[in-house]
Structure formats: structure tokens, C-alpha cells
Nanobody, 119 residues
Framework: QVHLVESGGGLVQAGGSLRLSCAAS????????MGWYRQAPGKQRELVAT???????IYADSVKGRFTISRDNAKNTVYLQMNSLNPEDTAVYYC?????????????WGQGTQVTVSS
């Protein structure tokens, strides 16, 4: 069993910053890619950023230059530093991890953390 627990969401004014964290625990042999997705009301879930175990990153065009994804492999934790937030960033943010356990490789999701940006 693998669990992803997110933290760091909240309410912030436009132009402000937040830092999200997501810690993975449980039956983990290796974590491959980790990432952040978000889902705004009435919209589909979309990719925000991903990072491989080697540190290669991919960002959605809408967050390039404002958000930074990073990870601590020793702690099985991924972070998302979000700067210059605007109301369009309001969404539930979900952590995602591609986890190799002893017998199986599977994709796991966190429960989500709300980010609300006021204008």
C-alpha cells in the first residue's frame, strides 16, 4: 500500500506565493516520476509540472517561469513552489507518483489540496 499526503494549500492574494509538499509512504522500492496536477471547478484535471527521479522537469505553459517543481528522493517528497499566483491558478492540486513496489508498478494520487487565489 502506498499513500501520498499533500500539504501547503490555502488562500492567498493575487501576486502571492505558496509551497505545496507531497510525501509518499508505504511499500516503496523506487519512485519514478512525480508530479502535480490541478482541477478547477467545471474543468478537467490538467498537468501542472512533473519531475523524474533524475531531476528532469516538464511544466505546463501557463505556469512556466512562476512555478518550480523539486523533489527530495531521500524523503520521497515532491514540492511545488508557486509564485506570482493569479486567480486562474485557483484549483484543487493533486500529487501524482509512479511507484515501483516489490511486486508491482502503479500510479498513485494524493487526496488533493485546495489552492484559492483572490483578486
Amino acid at each position: 500500500q502506498v499513500h501520498l499526503v499533500e500539504s501547503g494549500g490555502g488562500l492567498v492574494q493575487a501576486g502571492g506565493s505558496l509551497r505545496l509538499s507531497c510525501a509518499a509512504s508505504g511499500s516503496i522500492f523506487k519512485i519514478n516520476a512525480m508530479g502535480w496536477y490541478r482541477q478547477a471547478p467545471g474543468k478537467q484535471r490538467e498537468l501542472v509540472a512533473t519531475i523524474t527521479s533524475g531531476g528532469s522537469t516538464i511544466y505546463a505553459d501557463s505556469v512556466k517561469g512562476r512555478f518550480t517543481i523539486s523533489r527530495d528522493n531521500a524523503k520521497n517528497t515532491v514540492y511545488l513552489q508557486m509564485n506570482s499566483l493569479n486567480p486562474e491558478d485557483t484549483a484543487v492540486y493533486y500529487c501524482n507518483a509512479d511507484v515501483l513496489s516489490v511486486l508491482v508498478r502503479a500510479e498513485h494520487w494524493g487526496q488533493g489540496t485546495q489552492v484559492t487565489v483572490s483578486s
